[in-house]
């Protein structure tokens, strides 16, 4: 089986693949489906029809018979749960002998370590004493975020992929859309669905 990635992000070309085979291991580690390289499109293309449908055909066309595809992006100021939908049905409706999920991060995908930000204390250049900010997935630049903590800054082709490879999954799984990521990679792989970690109580101290 071919899984096709289709993503709007320089720093995700590198950065998809890494965490789809994370959470792989995680769920079935002895199943291992062939990961193609992703096919980037600029997000201004991505949600218009015409190039929807011409990313989804060289994919459709890159995975075969029996693959599936993956479309992951950011939804900036759009609502994920609006965004979503409406791409996976133009998607379905061009290639509707394919398995085709589509994902929307809620703002970024480095919302998702905004997140699970206590499990990148001391890492990447970030202080030992990182706690995520109130609501992460509402925050409007989440790179900009990271990069005010990180002694560097941060490089989206460089530190994304790295952050990937670090950030706790369940405790990403708080934020909506990355469960949605989780449950969506378990259905394309036939995979029993599983539901997301209960929620973690504030300690009200620090």
């Not at 580690?29 to 499109?41: D, G, K, W, Y």
């Not at 939908?85 to 905004?114: C, G, M, Q």
């Not at 952050?163 to 990355?178: H, K, M, V, Y």
């Amino acid at each position: 089986m071919k899984v096709g990635l289709i993503v709007e992000g320089h720093g995700e070309v590198a950065s998809v693949p890494i965490l789809l085979r994370r959470i792989l291991q995680e769920l079935a580690p002895a199943l291992n489906p062939v990961v193609l390289p992703p096919h980037r499109v600029p997000r201004g293309q991505l949600v218009k029809e015409e190039g929807l449908q011409r990313a989804v055909e060289f994919m459709a066309r890159k995975v075969g018979d029996d693959g599936r595809i993956l479309i992951l992006l950011d939804a900036d100021d759009d609502l994920p749960c609006v965004l979503g939908p409406r791409l996976l049905t133009k998607a379905r409706e061009h290639r509707p002998d394919r398995d085709i999920s589509v994902v929307v991060a809620k703002r970024e995908y480095e919302a998702w370590f905004l997140v699970a930000a206590e499990s990148l204390r001391g890492r990447r250049g970030l202080p030992g004493d990182l706690a995520p900010p109130p609501a992460p997935e509402e925050v409007r630049d989440a790179k900009g975020w990271l990069s005010h903590h990180m002694v560097d800054g941060y490089s989206e082709t460089i530190d994304q992929p790295a952050l990937t490879s670090l950030f706790d999954l369940t405790t990403a799984r708080r934020a909506g859309s990355f469960d949605k990521l989780f449950r969506e990679v378990e259905r394309l792989l036939g995979l029993a669905v599983t539901p997301p970690p209960a929620p973690v109580e504030p300690d009200g101290g620090s």
